[in-house]
T-cell receptor, first 110, second 114 residues
Framework: GQQLNQSPQSMFIQEGEDVSMNCTSSSIFNTWLWYKQDPGEGPVLLIALYKAGELTSNGRLTAQFGITRKDSFLNISASIPSDVGIYFCAGQYGNNRLAFGKGNQVVVIP | EAGVVQSPRYKIIEKKQPVAFWCNPISGHNTLYWYRQNLGQGPELLIRYENEEAVDDSQLPKDRFSAERLKGVDSTLKIQPAELGDSAVYLC????????????FGAGSRLTVL
């Protein structure tokens, strides 16, 4: 299967700070998706990116589809306590398959 | 609009016992997915249905796992017999024909095998 690398595994940030996370792979993807998962819940879609170079915002979230189609980043501006959770990147490839990264755990310190 | 509904939310069984999970996708979503999520990992696809047809089951361990979606709506995933390594969260997701890459997930069924 396709490997997506997310690092660091955990991030501790002060409330109000911005945080960036990225997702890289040696494989090319047709679509990049960013999901957030809260404890005991399923992942919830945050942003979908469909074209190389595309930059998309959703409120305080901004994500970009890398030009090489092998990476994507997600930025959260002015973090708030409810931003706590695990953020997963996912890349669509082949016959409509999705590969997920291992996730970034974000902790917001009040 | 109701989301993807899964049951049970939690299940604890002893190894070698059978277990089944049920999923009702969002109305009108013809594509249904079963994913397994191990602790500290991202979801991994087990099987994908287009209506009642399993179009991608290459990652389903067919010796002990089975799934069905007889009428193209709700679906069940069964494990028989369960092994210790099957402990995980089993996530169901669905997507509509117009939004093929936008999966909506259920809350998951957490399985613990003792």
């Amino acid at each position: 299967g396709q490997q997506l690398n997310q690092s660091p595994q955990s991030m501790f940030i002060q409330e109000g700070e911005d945080v960036s996370m990225n997702c890289t792979s040696s494989s090319i993807f047709n679509t990049w998706l960013w999901y957030k998962q809260d404890p005991g819940e399923g992942p919830v879609l945050l942003i979908a990116l469909y074209k190389a170079g595309e930059l998309t915002s959703n409120g305080r979230l901004t994500a970009q589809f890398g030009i090489t189609r092998k990476d994507s980043f997600l930025n959260i501006s002015a973090s708030i306590p409810s931003d706590v959770g695990i953020y997963f990147c996912a890349g669509q490839y082949g016959n409509n398959r999705l590969a997920f990264g291992k996730g970034n755990q974000v902790v917001v310190i009040p | 609009e109701a989301g993807v509904v899964q049951s049970p939310r939690y299940k604890i069984i002893e190894k070698k016992q059978p277990v089944a999970f049920w999923c009702n996708p969002i109305s009108g979503h013809n594509t249904l997915y079963w994913y397994r999520q191990n602790l500290g990992q991202g979801p991994e696809l087990l099987i994908r249905y287009e209506n009642e047809e399993a179009v991608d089951d290459s990652q389903l361990p067919k010796d002990r796992f089975s799934a069905e979606r007889l009428k193209g709506v709700d679906s069940t995933l069964k494990i028989q017999p369960a092994e210790l390594g099957d402990s995980a969260v089993y996530l169901c997701a669905s997507s509509s024909p117009s939004g093929a890459n936008v999966l909506t997930f259920g809350a998951g069924s957490r399985l613990t095998v003792l």
